[in-house]
């Protein structure tokens, strides 16, 4: 099995900032990479696809990338509606999630 | 609008069964890939099952031997068959259209809950 580390577990940001969010992989995965947002109580969404590719919809400010085994998303600049979990998904082998990120008002 | 309704959650104890539906709507169940996705309470998520084309599915080792993916073409639907169900399988449960390019997840269902408890 592949197994995925994501870091850091929590990221105290204020609005504004520009914060960046790693996903690393036990064996390389190419670009099968995948980015999603949860709010709470609600689903997760869709932010980066294929390691760098941003999903229809979704602002500019969120960028992926990265290959191999390591990855990282980066929010450029912090908008209040970005205080949310982030989650990193390898989809190579056996589909699986990070464990995900916690973005938080410090 | 595609969109994705599940449904057939609820409480119910260690070693029985729960057929969880996922009703489609915008799109056939029969030209996407679809996946369930649990997420217990206060955790992460957890990828659970996958249909491909065809017949061909996937599960995760957890899940493995007793949960079932299947899906109607006729009433645009996917179920996920859970038997011996167990006190960690309690979670939201989340279905999910899958892009074939990654294999990413881009439309989603805003879950059912299941609660396996005594």
């Known amino acids: 099995d592949i197994q995925m580390t994501q870091s850091p577990s929590s990221l105290p940001a204020s609005v504004g900032d520009s914060v960046t969010i790693t996903c690393r992989t036990s064996?390389?995965?190419?670009?099968?990479l995948n980015w999603y947002q949860q709010k709470p109580g609600k689903a997760p969404k869709l932010l980066i696809y294929?390691?760098?590719s941003l999903q229809s919809g979704v602002p500019s400010r969120f960028s992926g990338s990265g290959s191999g085994t390591d990855f990282t998303l980066t929010i450029s600049s912090l908008h209040p509606e970005d205080f949310a979990v982030y989650y990193c998904?390898?989809?190579?082998?056996?589909?699986?999630f990070g464990g995900g990120t916690k973005v938080e008002i410090k | 609008e595609e969109q994705l309704v599940e449904s057939g959650g609820g409480l119910i104890q260690p070693g029985e069964s729960l057929r969880l539906a996922c009703a489609v709507t915008?799109?056939?169940?029969?030209?996407?890939?679809l996946s369930w996705v649990r997420q217990a309470s206060g955790k992460g998520l957890e990828w659970v099952s996958v249909?491909?084309?065809?017949?061909?599915?996937s599960y995760a080792d957890s899940v493995k031997g007793r949960f079932t993916i299947s899906r109607d073409t006729s009433k645009n639907i996917l179920f996920l068959q859970m038997n011996s169900l167990r006190v960690e399988d309690t979670a939201i449960y989340y279905c999910?259209?899958?892009?074939?390019?990654?294999?990413?997840?881009?439309?989603w269902g805003k879950g059912t809950t299941v609660i396996v408890s005594s």
């Open positions: 064996q390389s995965i190419s670009n099968y």
């Open positions: 915008g799109f056939s169940v029969n030209s996407f890939y």
């Open positions: 249909i491909y084309s065809g017949v061909r599915t």
């Open positions: 294929g390691a760098s």
């Open positions: 998904q390898q989809t190579y082998s056996g589909p699986a």
């Open positions: 999910a259209r899958v892009l074939d390019s990654f294999y990413h997840m881009d439309v």
